[in-house]
């Protein structure tokens, strides 16, 4: 099946630093959507974008809808050691059926205090 | 709560012992889906159903059976399940917008 390229695999980070992950695809996409994984639990929806060039924040974290409708860039600033976590990406294919969600293979971020 | 509750947490079975895992959303959302997660391979998304009786293959649906016979409940069902079946599992719903609001999870080790 259709993937999407998520980087970085993981990240090592001192606590106050900025982070950026992205994802990319061969493939046009019309939903992206960032998504946050704790320990032992489901993934929690972080922020959807549904256009083109939209820029969208959640408090610290702010992420964008790339303009070739391929790629997704969240960024999260001045993190914090409950920040730890799996980040992943999902989007659904242009002309596709919004119940088929595709993931990236997540990026793991660490935050030392 | 609005919440997706899927059962059991943990399960250890034996090969080729069929089983179902529930699952159930209080949110009357149309879509619902079931994903694996394995290490270094992410969320692949076995079978997802956009309404009541109308189901679609995901990524990796072998070996899995699913039943949408009411709009709220989606149970996920492995008629013979195999050694590479042991994974985490996840079942998700969403509304006409947005993404899958997910489960806890469920456990699962085939020996």
Redesign the interface.
């Known amino acids: ?2 993937q999407l390229n ?1 980087s970085p695999q993981s990240m090592f980070i001192q606590e106050g630093e900025d982070v950026s992950m992205n994802c990319t695809s061969s493939s046009i996409f019309n ?1 992206w ?1 960032w ?1 946050k994984q704790d320990p ?6 972080l922020i ?1 974008l ?1 256009k083109a060039g939209e820029l969208t924040s959640n408090g610290r974290l702010t992420a964008q809808f790339g303009i070739t409708r391929k790629d997704s860039f969240l960024n999260i600033s001045a993190s914090i050691p409950s920040d730890v976590g799996i980040y ?1 990406c ?1 989007g659904q294919n242009y002309g596709g ?10 990026t793991k971020l660490s935050v030392k205090p | 709560e609005a919440q ?1 509750t899927q059962n059991p947490r943990y399960l250890i079975t034996v090969t080729g012992k069929k089983l179902t895992v529930t699952c159930s959303q209080n949110m009357n959302h149309e ?3 079931w ?1 694996r997660q394995d290490p ?6 076995i079978y ?3 309404n009541v009786e109308v189901t ?1 293959k ?3 649906p072998e070996g899995y059976k699913v039943s949408r016979k009411e709009k709220r409940n989606f149970p996920l069902i492995l008629e013979s399940p195999s050694p590479n079946q042991t994974s985490l599992y ?1 079942c ?1 719903s ?1 509304g ?10 469920t456990r699962l080790t085939v020996v």
């Open positions: 099946g259709q998520q939903t959507l998504y032992g639990e489901g993934p929690v929806l959807a549904y992943f999902a059926s919004q119940g088929n969600l595709i993931f990236g293979k997540g | 997706v879509y619902m889906s994903y270094g391979l992410g969320l692949r998304q997802y159903s956009m679609d995901g990524d990796v996840f998700a969403k006409t917008r947005g993404g899958y609001t997910f489960g806890s999870g």
